[in-house]
Nanobody, 125 residues
Framework: QVQLVESGGGLVQAGGSLRLSCAAS????????MAWFRQAPGKEREFVAA????????YYTDSVKGRFTISRDNAKNTVYLQMNGLKPEDTAVYYC??????????????????WGQGTQVTVSS
């Protein structure tokens, strides 16, 4: 089993930056794909970004392309989400997720096998 713990959320003004971290334990981190999702108040959880376990390939939802960067450090068992140019519509609880059997990067929640508890990101206008 894998345990995922997010950190780095907070309150930031529009145009600012935050870096989220997700520390993993319990399974060989370097062998599974990782992703970030988010859920805004009153909305369904949505895909943000994913990164492969081996090639470093990444995949982003259109609304964050050019502003957010997902990366991973397998030596530290950690995945990151660097968020620049934040907008009020980025306000949400951000979750990291692990896909143990990834053949390709996925945006569907159902493809992910483990989830963190979430970290709140609030962007003020």
């Amino acid at each position: 089993q894998v345990q995922l713990v997010e950190s780095g959320g907070g309150l930031v003004q529009a145009g600012g930056s935050l870096r989220l971290s997700c520390a993993a334990s319990g399974r060989t981190f370097s062998q599974y794909a990782m992703a970030w999702f988010r859920q805004a108040p009153g909305k369904e959880r949505e895909f943000v970004a994913a990164i492969s376990w081996n090639t470093g390939s990444t995949y982003y939802t259109d609304s964050v392309k050019g502003r957010f960067t997902i990366s991973r450090d397998n030596a530290k068992n950690t995945v990151y989400l660097q968020m620049n140019g934040l907008k009020p519509e980025d306000t949400a609880v951000y979750y990291c997720a692990a896909d143990f059997f990834a053949i390709r990067l996925e945006a569907r929640e159902s493809e992910y096998d483990a989830w963190g508890q979430g970290t709140q990101v609030t962007v003020s206008s």
